[in-house]
């Protein structure tokens, strides 16, 4: 079984959400993951989002590429009160098979918002780990296959 297989049969849903589970019927399963999955409004316009980028990177390799902008995490973090008693700074961070990373951006975008989100993610350093949630409806992956 080639990779690409393996990929595609991770990525399927395990199960199917019928529409009447979702508030009996109220809502779709993309209302519901906008409420409760993305939580916000177009970061540009404040319309419903359809697309969620978040951006991730490792703090070692955020000393490693941009100490200044890893002063700015720690600035950020003191000011919003990630200090302990001994004064040492706790950032915030995720704990992800590849380490621990700290969030570095978050944004949401509306469907005519959403090319120029897509391609300010497409334009991150390569050490940034991009996560792009299209919700439910999007949910079919695309797998570049050998022609
Ligand atoms: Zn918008």
Known sequence: MSRIIKLNEANKPKTKIHKSKLFKGQKTAEEVHREYGMRGRCTLCGGAPVIMVRMLALIEDIKKES????????????????????????????????????????????????????????????????????GPGASAPIVQVKA
């Open 67 to 134: 100490m200044p902008y890893w002063v700015a995490i720690c600035q950020s973090a003191i000011s919003n009160g990630h200090v302990d008693d001994r004064g040492n700074v706790n950032v915030p961070y995720i704990n992800t098979t590849y380490g621990k990373m700290v969030r570095i951006s978050q944004a949401l975008a509306c469907g005519p918002h959403r090319k120029d989100l897509e391609v300010t993610a497409a334009r991150a350093p390569s050490w940034v780990l991009v996560e792009i949630d299209r």
